[in-house]
């Protein structure tokens, strides 16, 4: 018996290391150890030996079988590896970022706008300042002389930041807060332009984002008048959209300028002659402007009695879809990639 056990031993090492599968290993388990191998009909054999070769031959049967059940569980778990490896392996989804050479990216068109307006005002011999996007209600408000009713105060416009006393901590509603900060900052002269993102409470629509973008000028000077203002409008106008476009000014109110005015540019789709977008008037507001109020200056350290200056502001999302077109705002938002290439 003791050969019989040697040589299935060896067959069934054997057959267990020649299975290529779960399934096989599963058949041979069941033909090397189950109830009806030849292991098993040894084993009923053993009640007809005598006591001592009983013994003998009992003992090795169980180091055989006990043999034969590691192999098969050391074949099942490098059989189970390969497996789930391969199952991986067709699973397996490449994320590996392709860099097609032939098809380079870009910047998105708001940061191109502000990349190109920033070199049209600084060729005009103005400076590039940024300021903090959570401001406190002085900056944003009180120091632009803002009275303390105003309603863009109110919380359906503006986004307050729940920080120190309530209402005293807001996202900005515009980059104007900068420009206080460059007069506290600096002596005059300051020609400055002040590009940056803003925030208000509005519900997002063709022409309007709760989040948006602003470039604001500031110059004060000796000697500075409307005539300047209108003047710099105009030649920013024809060195953006090109000497085709003008400006015209036209008279309004803002807290924080005096006088004030609305400035239109002439409508880049028709160039003046009427169309839809400028509702037959061959005009399209851009943005706002004014003379720096004398209290503004005085907020910022300045004396509006030597000094004077200009302020103006306009939405360059807006401007860009001026510029090429574009119907709707929303649309520079969504990141289509359709709709980016174009630009």
Known sequence: MIDDLERLHDAGRQRVAAATDLDALHEVDVEVLGKRSELSALKQKLGA????????????????????????AERRRQLESDARRARLAAERLDLTEVIDTTELGHLHLVTQAHDQLEDVFVGMGFTVAEGPEIETEWYNFGALNFPPDHPARAMYDTL????????????????????????????????????GRVFRSDTPDASH???????????????????????????????????AIHSRL??????????????????????????????????????????????????????????????????????????????????????????????
């Open 209 to 243: 984002m709760p989040v948006f973008h602003q470039i604001e000028g500031l110059v004060v000077d000796r000697g500075i008048t409307m005539g300047d203002l209108a003047g710099t409008l105009e030649a920013f106008t024809s060195a953006y959209f090109g000497g």
């Open 250 to 343: 036209r008279p309004s109110y803002f807290p924080f300028t005096e006088p004030s005015a609305e400035f239109d540019i002439t409508c880049v789709i028709c160039e003046g002659s009427g169309c839809q977008t400028c509702k037959r008037t061959g005009w399209i507001e851009l943005g706002g402007c004014g003379m720096v109020h004398p209290n503004v200056l005085r907020n910022g350290g300045v004396d509006p009695e030597e000094y004077t200056g200009f302020a103006f502001g306009f939405g360059t999302d807006r401007l860009s879809l001026m510029r090429y077109g574009i119907s709707d705002l929303r649309e520079m938002f969504t990141n289509d990639i359709r709709f980016l290439r174009q630009f």
């Open 160 to 195: 307050y930041v729940e920080f120190g006393e309530p209402e005293s901590t807001l996202l900005r509603t515009h980059t104007s807060p900068v420009q206080m900060r460059v007069l506290e900052a600096n002596d005059p002269p300051i020609y400055v332009v002040c590009p």
């Open 49 to 72: 030996m005598d006591a001592d070769e009983r013994r003998s031959a009992g003992r090795r049967l169980n180091e055989v079988r006990s043999a034969l059940e590691v192999h098969i």
